[in-house]
T-cell receptor, first 111, second 116 residues
Framework: QKEVEQDPGPLSVPEGAIVSLNCTYS??????FMWYRQYSRKGPELLMY????GNKEDGRFTAQVDKSSKYISLFIRDSQPSDSATYLC???????????FGTGTSLTVIP | NAGVTQTPKFQVLKTGQSMTLQCAQD?????MYWYRQDPGMGLRLIYY???????DKGEVPNGYNVSRLNKREFSLRLESAAPSQTSVYFC???????????????FGQGTRLTVV
């Protein structure tokens, strides 16, 4: 079983839709959770970063962490064509030396 | 502030040739990483360096070597390139040292390597 599971999609939504992206994980030691956005032929860029459980909001983006269920989510409100990208979740522990990534979900927002 | 810089951006090698991918960060981070990204496989860790002077194998280290030259620079070497090493390579860095945990990672723009 992989440490982090992420549905690869692809996901296609109309402009203005609410998008929900999700990851599950197996290691209860994970405390730091990240979402990255990767445009085609570019490097991953950090989108959201949260520590432990709870919600974090940044503009149209909301990250949620449910440690009891080992489940994290990224919500995108009022999605735009410029949100079309691959979204990767990542996580790590307080003492770990590595990050653990999901395989990424490909999102297309149709104008 | 450049962040993480990788060179070269593109490279074509013949089977058996060697090359070194260079990575430098200007964020004073302790940890640096090399990943490869293949379609459907996500990011796979090749090697990492949790602090200056240390390196450790990741998930897919075979066929690669690394050098943590100083705190800023971490290079990846392919001694005898094989077609299976055709991939996009990303360098990343993060704060946090050996056994200290880390927060977020910052990535370079990648090196597209083709081995023919």
């Amino acid at each position: 079983q992989k440490e982090v599971e992420q549905d690869p999609g692809p996901l296609s939504v109309p402009e203005g839709a609410i998008v929900s992206l999700n990851c599950t994980y197996s290691n209860s030691a994970f405390q730091y959770f990240m979402w990255y956005r990767q445009y085609s032929r570019k490097g991953p860029e950090l989108l959201m970063y949260t520590y432990s459980s709870g919600n974090k909001e940044d503009g149209r983006f909301t990250a949620q962490v449910d440690k009891s269920s080992k489940y994290i989510s990224l919500f995108i409100r009022d999605s735009q064509p410029s949100d079309s990208a691959t979204y990767l979740c990542a996580m790590t522990s307080n003492t770990g030396n590595q990050f653990y990534f999901g395989t990424g979900t490909s999102l297309t927002v149709i104008p | 502030n450049a962040g993480v810089t990788q060179t070269p951006k593109f490279q074509v090698l013949k089977t058996g040739q060697s090359m070194t991918l260079q990575c430098a960060q200007d964020m004073n981070h302790n940890s640096m990483y090399w990943y490869r990204q293949d379609p459907g496989m996500g990011l796979r860790l090749i090697y990492y360096s949790a602090s200056e002077g240390t390196t450790d194998k990741g998930e897919v280290p075979n066929g690669y070597n690394v050098s943590r030259l100083n705190k800023r620079e971490f290079s990846l070497r392919l001694e005898s390139a094989a077609p299976s090493q055709t991939s996009v390579y990303f360098c990343a860095s993060s704060q946090g040292g050996l056994g200290q945990g880390r927060t977020e990672a910052f990535f370079g723009q990648g090196t597209r390597l083709t081995v023919v």
